[in-house]
Nanobody
Framework: QVQLVESGGGLVQAGGSLRLSCAAT????????MGWFRQAPGKEREFVAA????????YYADSVKGRFTISRDSAKNMVSLQMNSLKPEDTATYYC????????WGQGTQVTVSS
């Protein structure tokens, strides 16, 4: 099995920055992709960003392009999300996503952006 440990959420004012991290342990061979999704109250979970483990190709939702940067540390099986110029509409619970031959989700970390 795979365990995902997320960190870095919190409360920040609009225009501020936060950095989320997610470390994968356990059965982590053959990682295909890791990334982040988010879910705001009353809304469906939505894609934020992802990174291919081999080659490092990155993908972003249009709503975060130019503000968020996803990166990986292959040696630590860790993915990070640097979030800059945060907006109140970025407020959500952020979930780490791990994909190999199976998909696993982290427990979620809260990001709150005040106006």
């Amino acid at each position: 099995q795979v365990q995902l440990v997320e960190s870095g959420g919190g409360l920040v004012q609009a225009g501020g920055s936060l950095r989320l991290s997610c470390a994968a342990t356990g059965r982590t061979s053959d990682i295909y992709r890791m990334g982040w999704f988010r879910q705001a109250p009353g809304k469906e979970r939505e894609f934020v960003a992802a990174i291919r483990w081999s080659g490092g190709s990155v993908y972003y939702a249009d709503s975060v392009k130019g503000r968020f940067t996803i990166s990986r540390d292959s040696a630590k099986n860790m993915v990070s999300l640097q979030m800059n110029s945060l907006k109140p509409e970025d407020t959500a619970t952020y979930y780490c996503m791990f994909q190999s031959e199976f998909t696993r989700w982290g427990q979620g970390t809260q990001v709150t952006v005040s106006s």
